[in-house]
């Protein structure tokens, strides 16, 4: 079993999560300013589990005897809009879907089931999280912005 091709395609993989966490944290502290304090909860559960991810890509790393290395593949930018912050963080989790899939392939090839199987379950989580933001800018173009920020904004309390 040749592990190079798996070892290299891990790494990029670590980088795209680790990028993706500092994403969401990033959203999460935005929305958390904006005052939608429920969406950003939301953004910090995906930052959560963004973190697992770069976790399981760095154990099966350490697992074939590479050296994981803590790079971001790209810097986080904070969005103007809700419609470009969940644009944007769709077309990232294509982009992660679209190598993970190619990567598992690619790893089913070299007989690295290990691999294939990480890239093809965590695939499958990012096929949630891109369910979950297309549903988001399809309630954002249905019910208009005042509508959906209404919705992610706690209730207030009795002294407020």
Do not use: C
Not at 36 to 49: D, F, R, Y
Not at 98 to 126: C, P
């Amino acid at each position: 079993m040749s592990q190079a091709r798996s070892l290299e395609n891990l790494q990029t993989a670590l980088s795209m999560e680790l990028t993706a966490m500092h994403q969401y944290q990033l959203h999460a502290a935005v929305l958390d300013d904006w005052g939608l304090s429920l969406l950003a909860a939301k953004m910090q559960e995906e930052m959560a589990e963004e973190l697992g991810h770069s976790n399981e890509y760095m154990t099966r790393i350490l697992f074939l005897k590479g050296s994981p290395e803590l790079t971001l593949a790209k810097t986080p930018v904070r969005a103007p809009s809700l419609q470009k912050m969940f644009e944007s963080d769709l077309g990232d989790e294509k982009e992660a879907i679209e190598f993970y899939t190619k990567a598992a392939s690619q790893a089913s090839e070299d007989g690295d089931i290990g691999t294939r199987t990480l890239f093809e379950r965590i695939a499958l989580d990012e096929e949630q999280h891109m369910s979950w933001l297309e549903l988001q800018l399809d309630l954002l173009q249905r019910m208009g912005e005042p509508a959906f920020i209404s919705k992610h904004m706690p209730a207030p309390t009795a002294g407020d």
